[in-house]
């Protein structure tokens, strides 16, 4: 394999009563090694049931329903979908983590640092002594910048405040040296200052360790902090995919135009924050044409009638819209 994972035609569905209803519809993504990729859109896009499926970790009613995803582990590729539960807890957490959304309902709150962390280690090593790993939890937490990690480990996550708390996720998720890293809104509630921390914190360890990172977030401005390539979601498809200097630059899909204005708008001279008409149209509510239509500026009636295809639009730059690959009509 070229990349370290590549998803192919992803479709996952849910049941509403006893329809099934889309939720992702036929994504394509390829990671590659050694790299910073940020998946960036609005709540109910498709951002994090992505990550979950990597992991096989989709709640019932959610599945797979089509696709794959293919992953170059250490041991050769894999098929992460074919595989059996024991052979996706090898994976899961050894080969690839992941940080989940919130810290505090992630660990649980009756065990110590030092005993959730162990745990972790203990799973994918089983003949690891017990002074080992405590050494390897300590030098862990050093490295995430944790002040007195000996204090840290015998703590409670509750005797802890948030930036901790995230740092210590991070430990649990690189302590085994994964060669992927998922980060589902890695900073979120976290103040200016944590947050920063803990993005550069990311990327110094991804530099170290020669970890792969998947950064999903509503924030453009992490995007832009910390990552080298980008796919913006949008009901359930990408509308555009480009590395993070052109996407920034020479933005093509009106969606991603809006995320940007939104971001830029206090800047201006009205100093006015900038909405985006509508809300995103829920899972199996889709339109049959560009599922982004009814909010955009510069819909066409075949903008209604007819999904757009995700095209290039410039060199290695996607773009799902009528008007930026040259079809739509004057």
Same mark, same amino acid.
């Given at each position: 394999?070229?990349?370290?994972?590549?998803?192919?035609?992803?479709?996952?569905?849910?049941?509403?009563?006893?329809?099934?209803?889309?939720?992702?519809?036929?994504?394509?993504?390829?990671?590659?090694?050694?790299?910073?990729?940020?998946?960036?859109? #609005?709540? @109910?896009?498709?951002?994090?049931?992505?990550?979950?499926?990597?992991?096989?970790?989709?709640?019932?009613?959610?599945?797979?329903?089509?696709?794959?995803? *293919?992953?170059?582990?250490?041991? @050769?590729?894999?098929?992460?979908? =074919?595989?059996?539960?024991?052979?996706?807890?090898?994976?899961?957490?050894? #080969?690839?983590?992941?940080?989940?959304?919130?810290?505090?309902?992630?660990?649980?709150?009756?065990?110590?640092?030092?005993?959730?962390?162990?745990?972790?280690?203990?799973?994918?090593?089983?003949?690891?002594?017990?002074?080992?790993?405590?050494? *390897?939890?300590?030098?862990?937490?050093?490295?995430?910048?944790?002040?007195?990690?000996?204090?840290?480990?015998?703590?409670?996550?509750?005797?802890?405040? @948030?930036?901790?708390?995230?740092?210590?996720?991070?430990?649990?998720?690189?302590?085994?040296?994964? *060669?992927?890293?998922?980060?589902?809104?890695?900073?979120?509630?976290?103040?200016?200052?944590?947050?920063?921390?803990?993005?550069?914190?990311?990327?110094?360890?991804?530099?170290?360790?020669?970890?792969?990172?998947?950064?999903?977030?509503?924030?453009?401005?992490?995007?832009?902090?910390?990552?080298?390539?980008?796919?913006?979601?949008?009901? @359930?498809?990408?509308?555009?995919?480009?590395?993070?200097?052109?996407?920034?630059?020479?933005?093509?899909?009106?969606?991603?135009?809006?995320?940007?204005?939104?971001?830029?708008?206090?800047?201006?001279?009205? *100093?006015?924050?900038?909405?985006?008409?509508?809300?995103?149209?829920?899972?199996?509510?889709?339109?049959?044409?560009?599922?982004?239509?009814?909010?955009?500026? =510069?819909?066409? &009636?075949?903008? =209604?009638?007819?999904?757009?295809?995700?095209? &290039?639009?410039?060199?290695?730059?996607?773009?799902?819209?009528?008007?930026?690959?040259?079809?739509?009509?004057?």
């Amino acid at each position: 394999m070229k990349d370290l994972l590549e998803i192919r035609n992803l479709k996952i569905t849910t049941l509403r009563g006893k329809e099934t209803v889309r939720l992702l519809d036929y994504v394509d993504l390829n990671i590659p090694k050694k790299c910073s990729f940020g998946i960036v859109g #609005e709540s @109910g896009c498709g951002k994090s049931i992505t990550a979950n499926a990597v992991l096989g970790l989709l709640p019932y009613p959610l599945r797979v329903s089509e696709g794959s995803i *293919r992953y170059d582990s250490r041991d @050769g590729e894999k098929e992460l979908l =074919r595989l059996n539960k024991k052979e996706m807890q090898a994976v899961r957490g050894g #080969e690839i983590s992941m940080i989940f959304q919130e810290p505090m309902t992630s660990l649980d709150p009756i065990f110590t640092v030092e005993k959730q962390m162990a745990e972790a280690v203990s799973f994918h090593h089983p003949n690891a002594g017990r002074g080992e790993i405590r050494e *390897r939890s300590l030098e862990m937490l050093k490295k995430v910048n944790i002040p007195r990690p000996e204090q840290t480990l015998a703590s409670y996550p509750h005797q802890l405040s @948030g930036g901790q708390l995230q740092r210590i996720m991070i430990a649990i998720a690189l302590i085994n040296n994964p *060669r992927l890293l998922l980060a589902d809104e890695p900073t979120t509630a976290l103040d200016v200052t944590i947050q920063a921390q803990i993005l550069k914190l990311m990327n110094d360890l991804k530099e170290q360790n020669d970890t792969s990172i998947v950064m999903i977030t509503h924030d453009l401005g992490v995007i832009a902090e910390t990552c080298e390539e980008v796919a913006v979601f949008y009901a @359930g498809q990408i509308v555009e995919q480009a590395n993070v200097v052109e996407l920034f630059s020479h933005t093509a899909h009106p969606y991603t135009q809006g995320l940007l204005r939104a971001v830029t708008s206090l800047g201006g001279a009205t *100093r006015k924050l900038y909405t985006i008409p509508g809300i995103v149209p829920p899972g199996g509510q889709w339109l049959s044409g560009c599922r982004f239509a009814d909010r955009c500026s =510069r819909c066409t &009636e075949r903008c =209604r009638q007819e999904m757009p295809a995700l095209k &290039e639009v410039s060199p290695r730059h996607l773009c799902r819209c009528f008007q930026n690959s040259g079809e739509v009509d004057a």
